[in-house]
């Protein structure tokens, strides 16, 4: 089993960016497919970025793309989230997770973290 501790959230204004990061519990993490979900209040959790562990294949959302860069280090069984060019409707628990499927499609992941709170202010 793969445990997932984020890290790296907290408060910034609108045009401000964050670092997320995640720290993964076994070196076997590096031969999962990794991703940052988000989910705001009232909200459904949606995929935010994803990552191949072989490649580095990566997936946005579009309403990230050119603002997020998602990242892994394998060695360290890390994974970021940088964010830049944030906004208010980016406020949302972000969660990272771990998939054995393919890497785009939510319904894979099957480890989770517990969530760090990112509040983008206007």
């Known amino acids: 089993q793969v445990q997932l501790v984020e890290s790296g959230g907290g408060l910034v204004q609108a045009g401000g960016s964050l670092r997320l990061s995640c720290a993964a519990s076994?070196?076997?993490?590096?031969?999962?497919?990794m991703g940052w979900f988000r989910q705001a209040p009232g909200q459904e959790r949606e995929i935010v970025a994803a990552?191949?562990?072989?490649?580095?294949?990566?997936y946005y959302t579009d309403s990230v793309k050119g603002r997020f860069t998602i990242s892994r280090d394998n060695a360290k069984n890390t994974l970021y989230l940088q964010m830049t060019s944030l906004k208010p409707e980016d406020t949302a628990v972000y969660y990272c997770?771990?998939?054995?499927?393919?890497?785009?499609?939510?319904?894979?992941?099957?480890?989770w973290g517990q969530g760090t709170q990112v509040t983008v202010s206007s």
């Open positions: 997770a771990a998939s054995s499927n393919t890497y785009y499609l939510p319904n894979g992941y099957r480890y």
């Open positions: 990552i191949s562990w072989i490649g580095g294949n990566t």
């Open positions: 076994r070196s076997t993490s590096s031969r999962y497919n």
